[in-house]
């Protein structure tokens, strides 16, 4: 079974420029998060997708930050304009089906984003 | 504020040595899942638990979850170089939400 996949690996771009992350989830997953996983510490939920529709933004900064999963497949995420605080991994993870306690989260390998 | 705190944040020690990891929160989840992670890569599950005093062993990682649902500790034994990363749990709520993190280290 083919793993999460993410694009770009890295960005590195100036401060109020703009970038877009995308993301294909595993075939079949219901559900796509993204996480924002600041250096040194752990991943930070900033949305969650079940198809395509949104079940938890709340920690979205959404003056600059914006995801959306059309047809309940792939995600971007996408941040203007970028700030130096927005250094940091972008994750995304998908799952089967909705939150459910012990529910197994599957990651990709994360977009390294430098913001100079 | 972390939901969930780690100690120690930082470990270095020499393969062989026997380490554990702490995961402690007043809040109380429905499950408590640990994590691997390594440069470059995401996260990857190693186990959860559920019950409160559960403990579950993978080779030579032993995990337990605390009898209030609060706290989990993960312990290795006799730690190999390949036991090198970032360790995460994360507790489950309405969401999942990760703790701050241990860096191991393990010396050759």
């Known amino acids: 079974e083919a793993g999460v996949a993410q694009s770009p690996r890295y960005k590195i771009i100036e401060k109020r420029q703009s970038v877009a992350f995308w993301c294909n989830p595993i075939?079949?997953?219901?559900?796509l998060y993204w996480y924002q996983q600041i250096l040194g510490q752990g991943p930070k939920l900033l949305i969650q997708?079940?198809?395509?529709?949104?079940?938890?933004d709340s920690q979205l900064p959404k003056d600059r930050f914006s995801a959306e999963r059309l047809k309940g497949v792939d995600s971007t995420l996408k941040i203007q304009p970028a700030k130096l605080e927005d250094s940091a991994v972008y994750l995304c993870?998908?799952?089967?089906?909705?939150?459910?306690?012990?529910?197994?989260?599957?990651f990709g390998a994360g977009s390294r984003l430098t913001v100079l | 504020t972390q939901l969930l705190e780690q100690s120690p944040q930082f470990l270095s020690i020499q393969e062989g040595e026997n380490l554990t990891v702490y995961c402690n929160s007043s809040?109380?989840?429905?499950?408590l899942q640990w994590y691997r992670q390594e440069p470059g890569e995401g996260p990857v599950l190693l186990v959860t638990?559920?019950?409160?005093?559960e403990v579950k062993k993978l080779k030579r990682l032993t995990f337990q979850f605390g009898d209030a649902r609060k706290d989990s500790s993960l312990h290795i034994t006799a730690a190999q170089t390949g036991d090198t990363g970032l360790y995460l749990c994360?507790?489950?709520?309405?969401?999942?939400?990760f703790g701050t993190g241990t860096r191991l280290t393990v010396i050759p």
């Open positions: 809040s109380v989840f429905s499950s």
């Open positions: 993870a998908s799952s089967p089906r909705d939150f459910v306690g012990a529910n197994v989260l599957t």
């Open positions: 997708f079940q198809n395509n529709g949104v079940v938890d």
């Open positions: 994360a507790g489950a709520l309405d969401n999942l939400f």
């Open positions: 638990v559920v019950t409160g005093g």
């Open positions: 075939s079949g997953h219901a559900t």
